[in-house]
């Protein structure tokens, strides 16, 4: 096993449209996150899975953003309609228990133009 | 809430030269410290931890030592090298702050280290 994996690498997107980031954690590692890097800030955490289930959603995950982990394994995070704003660098990370390190992804960098 | 706040930098500096990089945070209970590193087109790595007062993480010449009655955990080398040339973020965990036992990070800005031969 090689690492978190993520998928794009990079993304440009047009205002509006939606996109979808793919996350393969290393396996068994069942617990998950994502976090979003804004230029010149430390990475914010964002959500959390225990294998699929969605356990923790932070305040900046508006309801135009969806993360799901169908089978506990890879994750997707969904940004719909989106804005600007949504520019950022989105990061992945694994762990397999609650106190161990957290291996992160090299991120998805969207664009949004 | 939590919070991490680290010196701004960017900090340059001659190779072989000391490094700080202050860190200093507020927390609900009693939180795990990290920090990580960041090199230029990779992914965030654990550089050292430490998980109650007065340990020290060390790893790659790298120290820091928790200390709770300052509430810092300060990063140092005696002696920096070109590829230590990076983004560091120091972090923290606190189960007493992270709903449904997520332990989630917390971390500060980062601040980037330019050594020059």
């Known amino acids: 096993d090689t690492g978190v994996s993520q998928d794009p690498r990079h993304k440009i997107t047009k205002r509006g449209q939606n996109v979808t980031f793919r996350c393969d954690p290393i396996s068994e590692h069942n617990r998950l996150y994502w976090y979003r890097q804004t230029l010149g800030q430390g990475p914010e955490f964002l959500t959390y899975f225990q294998n699929e289930a969605q356990l923790e959603k932070s305040r900046l995950l508006s309801d135009r953003f969806s993360a799901e982990r169908p089978k506990g394994s890879f994750s997707t995070l969904e940004i719909q309609r989106t804005e600007q704003g949504d520019s950022a660098m989105y990061l992945c990370?694994?762990?397999?228990?609650?106190?161990?390190?957290?291996?992160f992804g090299q991120g998805t960098r969207l664009t949004v133009v | 809430g939590n919070s991490v706040t680290q010196m701004e930098g960017p900090v340059t500096l001659s190779e072989e030269a000391f490094l700080t990089i202050n860190c200093t945070y507020t927390?609900?209970?009693?939180?795990?410290l990290f920090w990580y590193v960041q090199y230029p087109g990779e992914g965030l790595q654990l550089l050292l931890k430490a998980t109650k007062a007065d340990d020290k993480g060390s790893n790659k010449g790298f120290e820091a030592t928790y200390r709770k009655e300052t509430t810092s955990f300060h990063l140092e080398k005696g002696s920096v090298q070109v590829s230590d040339s990076a983004v560091y973020f120091c972090?923290?965990?606190?189960?007493?702050?992270?709903?449904?036992?997520?332990?989630?990070?917390?971390f500060g800005k980062g601040t980037k280290l330019s050594v020059i031969p």
């Open positions: 990370a694994s762990r397999p228990e609650m106190n161990t390190e957290a291996f």
């Open positions: 927390a609900t209970g009693y939180p795990s």
């Open positions: 972090a923290l965990s606190d189960l007493a702050y992270s709903g449904a036992g997520s332990y989630q990070l917390t």
